[in-house]
């Protein structure tokens, strides 16, 4: 699903990321407490290992 959020790390295009998606979380990583935020990405996923198996990374894309 596509959503729109405040980057606070420079993801890039295509990059999967983290995200925060509660408006509370945001607003205290902002230090903001009155904005009207909701959607912030938090970090960049850099590889995915699900049982031994290394399914993903950043540098190589999908499928290690």
Partial sequence: N?????????????DRVLV?????????ILGTPDAPVKTLVVGVVDHVEVGGEHIYDHCEGVGA
């Fill in 2 to 14: 596509a959503r729109i959020a405040i980057d606070t790390v420079g993801a890039g295009e295509g």
């Fill in 20 to 28: 925060i998606d509660e408006g509370n979380s945001g607003r205290s």
